[in-house]
């Protein structure tokens, strides 16, 4: 069993910046894909971005990218993802997923955490 725990969201100004973290802890994360969802009211939960276990693949929403960077520290166990010149339609929960095999770029995943907001004022 995994279990994944997100932090560092929190209120920023459009044009400003936060990294997230997605840490777990009951198993290493060192042969799972990573990725990045988020969820804003009213909306389905939508794929932001994914990296592959041994970093040499990764993939982006359109909408972000350019701006969101993700990547990984298999000896911390944790998947990161920094966010710059954030939009106020970037206000979401963000959740973290982890997944063997097939990158997760869509809602299929072997795990999920359970999300940090972000919220970005005009």
């Known amino acids: 069993q995994v279990q994944l725990v997100e932090s560092g969201g929190g209120l920023v100004q459009a044009g400003g910046s936060l990294r997230l973290s997605c840490a777990a802890s009951g198993r290493t994360l060192s042969r799972y894909n990573m990725g990045w969802f988020r969820q804003a009211p009213g909306k389905e939960r939508d794929f932001v971005a994914a990296i592959s276990w041994n970093e040499y693949s990764t993939n982006y929403a359109d909408s972000v990218k350019g701006r969101f960077t993700i990547s990984r520290d298999n000896a911390k166990n944790t998947v990161y993802l920094q966010m710059n010149s954030l939009k106020p339609e970037d206000t979401a929960v963000y959740y973290c997923?982890?997944?063997?095999?097939?990158?997760?770029?869509?809602?299929?995943?072997?795990?999920w955490g359970k999300g940090t907001q972000v919220t970005v004022s005009s």
């Open positions: 997923a982890a997944r063997l095999g097939l990158l997760p770029t869509t809602l299929v995943a072997d795990y």
